[in-house]
């Protein structure tokens, strides 16, 4: 059984960067595909980056493209969301989401690709 947990969260100013990280157990990072997901207040929930088995990488190009970058450290069994020029628009709680499977890149933008869900560490950007 895969578990994932958050961490990182906080109150920040515009601006700022944060590191969110997630700590998988029950597998090893590097056998999942790995994800993260946003849902800000009053919003559905949005894909914001999503790491494949192999390493590609994929982005939300409209939003946090060129800001956010997903990673990962097989010895710390841990994925990362390292996001800078943080903006009040990314206040949301933040997910990290995994699948066992392969997904091709176009569904790792769909949440019901992944299997299982983390529960979430709030993000509030606020000067």
């Known amino acids: 059984q895969v578990q994932l947990v958050e961490s990182g969260g906080g109150l920040v100013r515009p601006g700022d960067s944060l590191k969110l990280s997630c700590v998988v157990s029950?597998?090893?990072?590097?056998?999942?595909?790995m994800a993260w997901f946003r849902q800000g207040p009053g919003k559905e929930r949005e894909f914001v980056a999503a790491?494949?088995?192999?390493?590609?990488?994929?982005y939300n190009g409209g939003s946090v493209k060129g800001r956010f970058t997903i990673s990962r450290d097989i010895g710390k069994n841990t994925a990362y969301l390292r996001m800078n020029s943080l903006e009040p628009e990314d206040t949301a709680v933040y997910y990290c989401?995994?699948?066992?499977?392969?997904?091709?890149?176009?569904?790792?933008?769909?949440?019901?690709?992944?299997?299982?869900w983390g529960q979430g560490t709030q993000v509030t950007v606020s000067s």
């Open positions: 790491m494949k088995k192999s390493g590609g990488s994929s």
């Open positions: 029950g597998r090893t990072v590097n056998t999942l595909a």
């Open positions: 989401a995994a699948d066992s499977g392969n997904p091709i890149t176009s569904s790792l933008r769909s949440a019901s690709t992944f299997e299982y």
